[in-house]
Nanobody, 117 residues
Framework: QVQLVESGGGLVQPGGSLRLSCAAS????????MFWYRQAPGKKRELVAE???????SYSDSVKGRFTISRDNSQNTLYLQMNSLKTEDTAVYYC???????????WGQGTQVTVSS
């Protein structure tokens, strides 16, 4: 059974850092483009960052220069390094694995990130 399990969320002060992880099981990780999304209370889920199978990265304007997405195909793990966190970064963060090669799409259950003083 395919699983994406996020971890690393928590409470942090403004200006602080967190590193999220997303561990994937039962998939051929290298087949998948990987994404981080977030959803704040009362708002729509939004794309934060993505990293392609080839390692190419892109970011939303709201996090560019502060967040870094990376992947370790040998460990089947996706990461999101979040620096200079702001209160508006508070949300549940989800990872997503999508493969156009085999028409597959999976989501994790989410991890809460709260930025507050």
């Amino acid at each position: 059974q395919v699983q994406l399990v996020e971890s690393g969320g928590g409470l942090v002060q403004p200006g602080g850092s967190l590193r999220l992880s997303c561990a994937a099981s039962e998939i051929i990780f290298s087949y998948y483009d990987m994404f981080w999304y977030r959803q704040a209370p009362g708002k729509k889920r939004e794309l934060v960052a993505e990293i392609g199978r080839d390692g190419s990265e892109s970011y939303s304007d709201s996090v560019k220069g502060r967040f870094t997405i990376s992947r370790d195909n040998s460990q089947n793990t996706l990461y999101l390094q979040m620096n200079s966190l702001k209160t508006e970064d508070t949300a549940v963060y989800y990872c997503r694995a999508r493969s156009l090669l085999i028409d597959a799409d999976y989501w994790g259950q989410g991890t809460q990130v709260t930025v507050s003083s």
